[in-house]
C-alpha cells in the first residue's frame, strides 16, 4: 500500500503540470539576473537554454563549482525540483547563492518554463551541443 501511494507520489511530481507561462515570469524574477535563455550565454551562471534533459555541469565553458561539476545529475524536471527548493542543501558545495523557490508552484511552473527552452530563437543556435541534435528531433516533431 505505502509503495503504491509512492508509486503514485512519484508519477504525480513527474507529471506534474506547471504552466511555462507562469514560469517565464518566476524566471524573470528569480532567475534571469543571473542565468540566461538563450544559447551559449554566460551570466553569473550558466546558460539554462536547453537544461532539462542535460547533465548537470556540462556547459563546457562555463566554469563550474566542483560539487556541480562532479554531482554525475541529470537534470530532470524531478530533479530541479528537488534543486530549486534548496539549491545548497541538495547539492552542498554549489555556488549559487540562491536562497531557492519555498512555493511549489513556483517550481512547477519555472520547471515547465525551463522545459520550452529547447528551440533556438535564432537559426545556428551555439552552446547547446550536447543537446543539438535533440533540438533539432523537437523541432522536427513541432
Ligand atoms: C545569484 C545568481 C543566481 C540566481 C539568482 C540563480 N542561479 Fe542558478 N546558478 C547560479 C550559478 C553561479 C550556478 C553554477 C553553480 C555551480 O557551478 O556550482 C547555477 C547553476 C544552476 C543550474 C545548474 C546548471 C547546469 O548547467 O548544470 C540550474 C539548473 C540553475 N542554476 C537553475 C536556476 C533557476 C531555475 C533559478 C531561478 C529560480 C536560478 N538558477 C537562480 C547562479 C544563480
Not at 503540470?17 to 515570469?25: L, M, T, V
Not at 532539462?52 to 525540483?81: C, F, K, N, Q
Given at each position: 500500500?505505502i509503495a503504491?501511494l509512492?508509486?503514485?507520489?512519484?508519477v504525480?511530481t513527474?507529471?506534474?503540470?506547471?504552466?511555462?507561462?507562469?514560469?517565464?515570469?518566476v524566471?524573470?524574477?528569480n532567475?534571469?539576473?543571473?542565468?540566461?535563455?538563450?544559447?551559449?550565454?554566460?551570466?553569473?551562471?550558466?546558460?539554462?537554454?536547453s537544461?532539462?534533459g542535460?547533465?548537470?555541469?556540462?556547459i563546457?565553458?562555463y566554469?563550474?563549482?566542483?560539487?556541480?561539476?562532479?554531482?554525475g545529475?541529470?537534470?530532470?524536471?524531478?530533479?530541479l525540483?528537488l534543486y530549486?527548493?534548496?539549491?545548497r542543501?541538495?547539492?552542498?558545495?554549489?555556488?549559487m547563492?540562491?536562497?531557492?523557490?519555498?512555493?511549489?508552484?513556483?517550481?512547477?511552473?519555472?520547471?515547465?518554463f525551463?522545459g520550452?527552452?529547447?528551440?533556438?530563437?535564432?537559426?545556428?543556435?551555439?552552446?547547446?551541443a550536447?543537446?543539438?541534435?535533440k533540438?533539432?528531433?523537437?523541432?522536427?516533431?513541432?
Amino acid at each position: 500500500m505505502i509503495a503504491l501511494l509512492l508509486t503514485l507520489l512519484l508519477v504525480a511530481t513527474a507529471n506534474a503540470a506547471g504552466d511555462p507561462a507562469r514560469g517565464a515570469e518566476v524566471f524573470r524574477q528569480n532567475c534571469s539576473d543571473c542565468h540566461s535563455r538563450e544559447p551559449g550565454e554566460t551570466r553569473t551562471g550558466p546558460t539554462l537554454f536547453s537544461v532539462v534533459g542535460r547533465p548537470a555541469g556540462s556547459i563546457v565553458e562555463y566554469p563550474y563549482s566542483v560539487a556541480m561539476r562532479h554531482s554525475g545529475l541529470v537534470w530532470t524536471p524531478d530533479h530541479l525540483m528537488l534543486y530549486l527548493r534548496a539549491p545548497r542543501k541538495y547539492l552542498p558545495g554549489v555556488k549559487m547563492s540562491f536562497p531557492g523557490l519555498r512555493d511549489k508552484k513556483d517550481r512547477e511552473d519555472v520547471v515547465a518554463f525551463l522545459g520550452t527552452l529547447h528551440t533556438a530563437p535564432r537559426a545556428g543556435g551555439n552552446g547547446a551541443a550536447p543537446q543539438s541534435s535533440k533540438s533539432a528531433a523537437i523541432r522536427g516533431s513541432q
